[in-house]
């Protein structure tokens, strides 16, 4: 199947069979994915789901991976937490812990679920994510 998206710097149609991920805009060239718009990490992602707990002081969220990077990691949370950006939570992910700082967090009102996007602080995350 393949999707029409429209590019949000010069609103022209390009095509791609996925809309989760980045390609270039054949008009103007900036990398957007009709999921996630405006490519914002310069590094590639790796596409994969682990599951992950994020603590806070006082609770914590069962979550997993969307897609990570060597500098940062997106993440799919249980629930409507909210999380102050420019925070810094714990991931555990296996039995490793990574520190990372919330850059932004997208809550559906509708249905119990989050988006969030991390810079790590702390640890060596793609060595664990790879595994």
Known sequence: MILRLICPR????????SADIFKPCPYCGILF?????????NEYRIQKEI???????????????????EKGLCIQLSGNPALPPGDVFNLNIYDSRIKARL???????DVPLAMAG??????????????
């Open 33 to 41: 994915s009709g999921k996630y718009g405006v490519e914002k990490r």
């Open 10 to 17: 010069c609103n022209k149609d390009s095509y791609s069979a």
């Open 103 to 109: 850059l932004w967090i997208t809550n559906k009102p």
């Open 51 to 69: 599951n992950v707990t994020l603590s806070t002081e006082h609770q914590d969220f069962e979550a997993k991976t969307i897609n990570f990077s």
């Open 118 to 131: 991390f810079r790590v602080a702390e640890g060596g995350h793609i060595g664990i994510l790879e595994s």
